[in-house]
């Protein structure tokens, strides 16, 4: 009946607020509509996994996948997309570096499942723990299984781009929704495999509208803490922005509110460990030589895993603690 | 893979062969290796000599390989000549890779098996590595043929002569109104006595007069800008309030003016001078300067004593600081030390005791030009002292202060007891922890010392007080001490006591070095390119040191130094062109996010920010290829030639062995 190229959109373990962000594109998601038949995502329409798993291999033009690979379910969904799609783009940063999710990996499986079922506003009397299979009078029924640690799209397959932010920014989207329909239309060209796309060249600083001179850091502190001036860097005034290492895309949205970058746009490019990177340039411009003052500077990041590593655990050189690497589910 | 890569491993006689199977390792390397690109791999039991170069350049040149891996000591020796080596044969020098297994295997290793296996997993690191070089060309830039020398001490003194006698001009830059640094000072020089105006008077009259020598005193630098063979360099001269052009020197002046300032610098307190002044007699330039702080003119609106007599109207209250910019090729630098203070040691009593000296304060007390007219007097200025206790190491070799030895503390002390006993006949005593008399002359003149009836007491002391226990102490100094040869707790009273204060790094030594780009050690002296066979250069192309400002030395030393530098810089300029490593960072103009973070990063101050732009940028003659601001900037918009992710990555991939698989994390 129809010729129009397909399009599908998964989400895995993810928030739901890429789906909120394509969404979010407004009158351009009519050009979605005009230009591609939407075979498949979840959000938005009906679809069972079945009908995918019946589609030819490489029928879909377009996958948007967000979400990282928590248990075999994304797993299995994620080299099943991979198999029917002809471009698979690591949609929004969990997908690209496993984003919030993606932190639990510094913890082991049973820890977080047992925080889960036993905090104060649970109530489980019986203290019931999930099980993986369970046989009913019908015969035996399973639900997904944990993996020990949660990993990123390209941890598992193949894939095409990569399209970074938490959630990309609409209108990086819209721009990219062109770029395939000019494509499709011969207009234009695909980036290479494996590039970034709707993002810059540079780093959030690169947008960022505030004064910035030479760097010298005597205090860390947490910015609800401190009046900021809104003219001058955040950084220089001792807020951790993570702005000089994150990728530039969202125009710098949150020193612009008046808030530091925490870093969903994710390493820049060529970076291979965000947080490593966001280490040695704080460490290079603290202003001390005495290692007790330093000490005392640094004691004023008060949470190093969240300030380095609160977008990319998961994608790290590290990609969690050993302790959760080696738990496994029960 | 399409580079052809030769191993070569290297015995090094015993030194790696003793613990390493280097014919193991290199047979391991040609099979196991094969597979990532290496064609052929030798050992031989120098690589270094001739015969073993050749055999590269052979395989080079007959089996046309593209990369060439030597395992043998640390780049730091032999990095330069299998480059050349490379080249010579027609291969880029920068496509060879030398590893060390020798200095980060065998001499560090004592099981053989082991230190084996590590061989080969350093050599499978270097083989990864190389594949991801590139062909580079060396950078070229032109010398200028001038120099600045910083510090007119005698080894800036020195380094200035040598390279104006051998036709080149000289900027040379002091910071007070003459030169002649410490030696000026002092009265008689150890070990031969031979009088220190006598000798260093003539140099400093030649440097004066020096048609190549361009002498700014009572000027500071007070920036730096370029790189070797093209520095633009700020000085600021300060206002000396008399036109050189049309004093004479005669004196007037200063016989006229009639307010005395207690002169802190060259007399270190003991004696007087007056708002205009010379700092002494003999200074070169004879012109003085007035101390605009202390002038009642300036402090008061009236005076002018000098003007009126200065008979060619040489005194010009108007002028003003001046700063010129000269471009320089070389720079030495020669800003010497400054002397312990004596203050931090509180139970040595000096400030509060009124006769404990300073071996400065004794320099000036016993020169025939000093204060005293070179008698040795107590500090009320007449009675002759009958006892006189030097004590050595004051400030140096203690934990709680300096803990290197000055070096020429003992050598001054001997000196000071020689002088006493000449000037005064007292009993002299000298408390010493170890005698360090190592040049040339030294031991001898301890010997002459010991023949002159000086009392040596071996012991750290304790306390110097004025406190009597007994009727004899009553008056005197007493020094507490133990003396470790009878094993001893002794008090021994005396009337003076000298304490042979120690040298230190100067007080502004870190501002300066951060100026010029260079670093300081842990005690602030200057840091050299290598401590036993390159002292006098730094890590900072055309960036010399000499004397004191690289650690304590004497004179002779000092010199030596100064002749030193002025030959490597003359050596420089005749080459009018010299290349430069091109392992050098640089910025990618589009990632720069203008962040700044690595803009005071740089140690070699090569990093500059362009404001317009809002981008940084490396100098690349300025850059040393350190790595600091490639580490530190977050948008790894800074690479560095010859440590690309690629290179540094296969590397660690090639030392594992094999690669970390996503197994463990599954
Ligand atoms: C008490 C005493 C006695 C000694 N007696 C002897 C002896 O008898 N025989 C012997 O061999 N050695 C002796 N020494 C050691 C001797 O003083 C040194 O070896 C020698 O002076 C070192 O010379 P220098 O040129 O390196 O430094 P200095 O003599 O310190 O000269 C440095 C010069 O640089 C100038 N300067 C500093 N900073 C700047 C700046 N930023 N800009 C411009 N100019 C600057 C200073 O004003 C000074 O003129 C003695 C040392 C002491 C402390
Ligand atoms: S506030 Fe943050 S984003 Fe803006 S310049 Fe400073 S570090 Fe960069
Ligand atoms: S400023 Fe940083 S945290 Fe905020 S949206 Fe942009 S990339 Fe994300
Ligand atoms: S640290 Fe990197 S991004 Fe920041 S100014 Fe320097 S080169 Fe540019
Ligand atoms: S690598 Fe960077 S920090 Fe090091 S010398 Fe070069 S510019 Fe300076």
Not at chain 1, 142 to 159: A, N
Not at chain 2, 388 to 412: E, F, K, L, T, W
């Amino acid at each position: 009946m129809t010729t129009k190229p397909k399009f599908a959109m998964y989400w895995a373990a993810s928030c739901g607020g890429c789906e909120i962000a394509v969404l979010n594109i407004h009158e351009k998601i009519l050009d979605v509509d005009a230009n591609f038949e939407v075979v498949f995502w979840p959000v938005a329409m009906d679809a069972k996994y079945k009908d995918v798993e019946a589609m030819e291999d490489g029928s879909i033009l377009l996958t948007l996948f967000n979400g990282g690979i928590r248990n075999d379910e994304n797993e299995h969904i994620a080299k099943l997309l991979r198999q029917k799609s002809k471009i698979l783009v690591a949609f929004g940063s969990c997908a690209n570096e496993g984003c919030i999710p993606g932190l639990a990996n510094f913890t082991p499986i049973q820890e977080i499942v047992d925080t889960a079922f036993s905090t104060l506003t649970t109530e489980n009397p019986d203290n019931i723990r999930p099980q993986t299979t369970y046989a009913m009078p019908e015969g035996e029924i399973h639900i997904p299984t944990l993996y020990p640690i949660l990993k990123t799209l390209d941890q598992v397959v193949d894939v095409d781009y990569y399209m970074p932010g938490c959630p990309p920014e609409s209108h990086q989207i819209a721009a990219v929704i062109d770029l395939v329909i000019q494509v499709l239309q011969g207009k234009a060209e695909l980036p290479p495999k494996g590039a970034v796309i709707g993002v810059g060249l540079s780093t959030v600083c690169d947008d960022c509208k505030r004064t910035r001179n030479i760097k010298k850091i005597k205090q860390f502190g947490r910015i609800q803490l401190q009046h900021s001036d809104p003219e001058l860097c955040l950084l220089e005034q001792g807020i951790p922005c993570n702005g000089p290492a994150t990728r530039q895309g969202c125009g710098a949205l949150c020193p612009a509110a008046g808030a530091q970058c925490i870093g969903c746009y994710g390493p820049a490019e060529g970076v291979i460990d965000y947080g490593a990177r966001l280490v040695a340039a704080f460490a290079s411009v603290v202003d001390s030589n005495n290692p007790d003052e330093i000490d005392q500077i640094m004691d004023g990041l008060v949470d190093p895993a969240g300030q380095f590593y609160r977008f990319n655990l998961a994608g790290s050189l590290l990609k969690g603690s050993l302790t959760a690497i080696r738990s496994i589910s029960k | 893979m399409t580079e052809k890569i030769g191993v070569y491993v290297c015995h090094c006689g015993s030194n790696i062969a003793g613990v390493v199977t280097v014919a193991e390792v290199s047979q391991w390397a040609g099979e196991e290796l094969a597979s990532e690109g290496v064609v052929i791999s030798r050992d031989y039991k120098f690589m270094c000599s001739s015969l073993g170069q050749e055999l590269i350049q052979k395989d080079i040149q007959e089996m046309g390989l593209t990369r060439v891996v030597v395992a043998a000591c640390s780049p730091h020796l032999h990095e330069a000549t299998f480059r050349t080596a490379c080249k010579n044969a027609g291969l880029n020098p920068y496509l060879c890779e030398l590893v060390s297994i020798r200095e980060q295997d065998s001499w560090v290793h004592t099981d053989k098996e082991a230190a084996t296996q590590k061989a080969k997993a350093i050599i499978s690191g270097g083989v990864a590595r190389v594949a991801h070089h590139e062909s580079l060309e060396p950078l070229r830039v032109p010398i200028h043929p001038d120099t600045l020398v910083v510090g007119g001490g005698i080894a800036g003194i020195q380094a200035a002569l040598e390279i104006a006698d051998a036709g080149f001009h000289v900027y040379l830059v002091e910071k007070e109104p003459s030169i002649g640094g410490h030696m000026a000072q002092f009265d008689k020089t150890f070990p031969t006595l031979d009088c220190s105006a006598c000798i260093l008077t003539p140099k400093m009259v030649q440097v004066g007069s020096h048609p190549n020598i361009t002498l700014l005193t009572w000027s500071e630098v007070t920036k730096v800008d370029g790189y070797v063979g093209s520095f633009a360099v700020t000085i600021n001269k300060k206002a000396r309030y008399v036109n050189t052009d049309t004093c004479t020197g005669c004196g007037i002046c200063w016989e006229k003016c009639p307010k005395k300032v207690r002169d802190e610098v060259f007399e270190v307190g003991l004696g007087n001078r007056k708002a205009v002044y010379t700092p002494f007699p003999q200074a070169v330039p004879k012109y003085p300067v007035i101390d605009a702080p202390n002038c009642t003119y300036f402090i008061k609106g009236t005076c002018k004593a000098c003007e009126k007599f200065c008979p060619t109207g040489a005194i010009n209250f108007e002028q003003k600081d001046e700063e010129i910019t000269i471009p320089v090729g070389n720079i030495i630098l020669a800003t010497g030390y400054d002397l312990f203070d004596a203050k931090r040691i509180p139970q040595y009593g000096y400030g509060r005791l009124e006769n404990v000296f300073t071996s400065l304060e004794f320099e000036r007390l016993s020169n025939a030009a000093g204060p005293t007219g070179g008698n040795i007097v107590l500090r009320d200025g007449k009675t002759v002292p009958k006892a006189v206790a030097i004590v050595h190491c004051v400030g140096s070799r203690d934990q709680n202060y300096n803990p290197y030895c000055s070096s020429i503390c003992c050598m001054q002390s001997l000196k000071f007891a020689h002088l006493v006993h000449e000037r005064t006949g007292a009993e002299v005593y000298n408390f010493y922890i170890d005698i360090r008399t190592p040049s040339k002359g030294y031991e001898e003149f301890y010997n002459r010392l010991l023949e002159e009836g000086t009392n040596f007491v071996r012991g750290k002391v304790a306390e110097i007080s004025s406190v009597a226990r007994v009727p004899e102490e009553q008056g005197k100094l007493v020094i507490q001490v133990e003396d470790t040869l009878i094993g001893k707790q002794r008090r021994i009273p005396v009337d003076m006591v000298i304490l042979s204060t120690g040298i230190q790094a100067r007080h502004d030594a870190k501002e300066v070095a951060k100026m010029f780009g260079i670093s300081c050690s842990a005690d602030n002296w200057y840091i050299e390119r290598h401590p036993k066979l390159d002292p006098i250069a730094t890590m900072t192309d055309g960036i010399y040191i000499a004397g004191c400002v690289q650690g304590p030395k004497d004179i002779p030393a000092s010199v030596a130094q100064g002749a030193a530098a002025a030959a490597r810089v003359l050596g420089k300029i005749q080459q009018k062109e010299i290349s430069l490593e091109p392992v050098r960072a640089t910025v990618n103009q589009e990632q720069c996010s203008g962040c700044r973070i690595c803009n005071d990063l740089c140690p070699f101050n090569a990093i500059l920010f362009h404001e317009e732009t809002m981008v940084s940028e490396v100098n690349p003659a300025l850059c040393q290829g350190c790595g600091t601001c490639v580490a530190g900037c977050p948008a790894g918009a800074i690479s560095g030639t010859g440590f690309s992710n690629d290179q540094i990555l296969s590397q660690i991939n090639g030392l594992l062995l094999l690669r970390i698989t996503d197994q463990e994390y599954a």
